[in-house]
């Protein structure tokens, strides 16, 4: 989760569009801005922002190297949402995530990032091999039974030799 206020220009605003979501204040500049120097966006940025926006408003902000401020970047998909205090926003959607199951996070996380582009196929197959992972799991057993009233107090974490 990135918060972004003030200015977000060229290699900070790459950085920011390797988060999975972005949250900014109205008045936040931001700018794709190696076309003033000459260069061409890097660190992932053919990556991120096709996954993120059509290619000519890529290419238009690439090419002109144009500030935007946080409302307008919101239309254009450059931030998630522009709120008036993106810290309280962003706390307040990880506290959301924490209470799901955090094998449920990882691998929404992870399919998206597998099949984003993927041809169909390829996504439901991706989709049917998390799925069966997560089903009957204790993590999902736990998460079920807090829909219905059982309040387990914690979810299994997995072990990094899992």
Known sequence: ICVLHG???????????GADVRYATPDCKLSIMEAKWGLIPDMSASVTLRELMPIDV????????????????QRVHLVTRCVEDPWAEAEKVAKEMVE???????????????????????????????????????????????NFGVNVPYFQRKKDDE
């Open 100 to 146: 799901r199951s955090p094998d449920s996070v990882a691998m929404t996380k992870e399919l998206y990032q597998r099949t984003w582009m993927a041809p169909e196929k390829k996504c439901l197959e991706v989709e049917s091999e998390l799925q069966r992972k997560l089903l009957l799991s204790w993590n999902q057993m736990i998460a079920t039974g807090r």
């Open 58 to 73: 890529a290419k238009e902000l690439t090419m002109t190297g144009r500030v935007l401020i946080g409302e307008e970047a």
């Open 7 to 17: 200015m977000c220009f060229g290699g900070g605003m790459q950085i920011a569009l």
